[in-house]
């Protein structure tokens, strides 16, 4: 079992950044994916960024050049940095993760569907 604890988040201003990290517990392994995801109200869950156990990443379009995953080896943390932010990144966050190689193709947003961990989610708000 694998347990997946989000913190960081908050308010911040356009054009202000944020950090929100995740650490994973219990049985966790390599190979994995880690992702984060987020969801608006009244809108679909979507990919943010990914990262494979062994470094390669891809990110959505919509945030590429603004935000930044990474990884702590070791402990299991995983981190997003964002920056630039926009009120369009308003959202619930989510830290996800699964024990598989990151489907990785250039352009192309993680798909939640990949992913069977989830964690419970923190609150990022964006004003303008």
């Known amino acids: 079992q694998v347990q997946l604890v989000e913190s960081g988040g908050g308010s911040v201003q356009a054009g202000g950044s944020l950090r929100v990290s995740c650490v994973a517990s219990?049985?966790?392994?390599?190979?994995?994916?880690m992702g984060w995801f987020r969801q608006a109200p009244g809108k679909e869950r979507e990919g943010v960024a990914q990262i494979d156990y062994n470094g390669p990443t891809t990110y959505a379009n919509s945030v590429k050049g603004r935000f930044t995953i990474s990884q702590e080896y070791g402990k299991n943390t995983l981190t997003l940095q964002m920056n630039s932010m926009k009120p369009e990144d308003t959202a619930m966050y989510y830290c996800?993760?699964?024990?598989?190689?990151?489907?990785?193709?250039?352009?192309?947003?993680?798909?939640?569907?990949?992913?069977?961990?989830w964690g419970q989610g923190t609150q990022v708000t964006v004003s303008s």
């Open positions: 219990g049985n966790f392994y390599s190979p994995y994916c």
């Open positions: 996800a993760a699964d024990f598989a190689t990151c489907r990785l193709v250039p352009g192309m947003a993680p798909d939640p569907a990949d992913f069977g961990y």
